[in-house]
């Protein structure tokens, strides 16, 4: 009951990386940069294993950013030729690769990492990959006709990939589509198609993860301008309830997301985000059960996943690990109040 998890990313330890920052640059490079990752990995994979975490993940420690450390094992991209975005409906610049030729996978991407990270741990152990539509959010494209022609073929490369993860030992493959809170007539029209697609063939759990972002300055202004109640996820869930992705998350810690969205998703596990990724504050054990507590009115209990609002990419380490102290201790308390 109450199994907890957290959205991916961790925060990289600045001996390893620029700290605080999304895109931070390594300090170290070569073997010594891998051996780096390497040992950022384990560290959290043992925290998270003594905060009662019970599904991990590897901190995506071994990426310099969610889409590109990706899209950077890709083929059909040209690194160099960069094109300025506006990312997520114009929310910010960004200067990105280009598609300039169908895309391949001329390798696997992760898998070399995950099999490190699986024979670190016996518990269950989440990948995560970027959704197809978050992706062509996030790159130029000056190959194919349209935007959901580019997805698809983002989403037969995911696919392979997530099979390979699985066979490796994934015991959830999460795809990462924060644009879908952006796009919602996209999502319904080939988002949650290009989505079935990636997890087409898994038999492991599939996930989805969609939030309204990090806790980062461009994000924060963005999220005044929604109103006091976000209900963009009333427009998208009907559908995800519909689709063959077994886990939804959605921030519910220090958020405008009314619970009551949860209702459209009667068939599905809620990843339920009990701490924000903002670092300012951390959430007490206490605010983290009122959190699952308060779910529990629209879910049935069996049917909720404590997690993570987001990524923790940009906040302090130590925030961070406090967070999912908090996260474990929280859970456990709800649970100790449902036998009572
Ligand atoms: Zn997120």
């Known amino acids: 009951m109450f199994e907890t998890t957290i959205a991916g990313s961790l925060p990289r330890p600045d001996w390893l990386a620029e700290p605080e920052r999304l895109k931070g640059g390594w300090k170290l ?64 610049n960004l200067e990105v690769p280009t598609v300039t030729s169908a895309v391949g996978r001329p390798a696997p991407v992760f898998l070399d990492d995950f099999k490190y990270t699986r024979s670190l741990t016996d518990k269950a152990l989440k990948i995560t ?22 997805a698809m073929a983002f989403a037969e490369l995911l696919n392979a990939e997530a099979l390979e993860l699985e066979a490796a030992g994934a015991d959830v493959v999460q ?41 980062i300055d461009e994000n924060n202004r963005w999220k005044e ?20 992705i077994d886990q939804v998350s959605l921030e519910c810690a220090s958020s405008h997301v009314p619970l009551s969205v949860m209702r459209h998703l009667s068939d599905k596990q809620l990843m339920v985000g009990c701490v924000a990724v903002t670092p300012d504050r951390v959430e007490s054990a206490e605010e983290v059960a009122a959190t699952i507590q308060e779910a529990m009115k629209y879910v049935d209990a069996e049917r909720i996943l404590p997690c993570t609002n987001c990524g923790m990419t940009p906040i302090p380490y130590g925030v961070a690990l406090a967070k999912i102290r908090a996260l474990g201790e929280g859970a456990a308390l709800a649970r100790s109040r449902l036998q009572t």
Request: net charge negative; with cysteine; hydrophobic share 30%.
């Open 175 to 215: 795809f990462d589509e924060p644009a879908f809170n952006v796009f919602m007539d996209d999502v319904n029209e080939w988002g949650i198609e290009t989505l079935n697609r990636a997890v087409e063939g898994l038999k492991c759990t599939k996930a989805v993860h969609i939030c309204y972002g990090y806790g």
């Open 225 to 244: 301008t929604l109103g006091e109640e976000w209900r963009q996820y009333d427009e998208i869930f009907p559908a995800l309830n519909k689709s063959h």
């Open 129 to 150: 990959l970027p959704g197809p539509m978050t992706i062509c959010d996030t790159i130029a494209n000056d190959h194919y006709g349209s935007r959901p022609e580019m």
């Open 29 to 92: 490079e070569g073997e010594a940069l891998k051996e780096g990752q390497r040992r950022a990995c384990r560290e959290w994979i043992q925290h998270q294993e003594e905060a009662g975490i019970d599904i991990l993940t590897d901190g995506e420690v071994y990426r310099r950013h969610f889409v590109h450390s990706f899209l950077e094992g890709i083929s059909g991209i040209d690194q160099n030729k960069k094109t300025v975005m506006g990312i997520r409906d114009n929310r910010y």
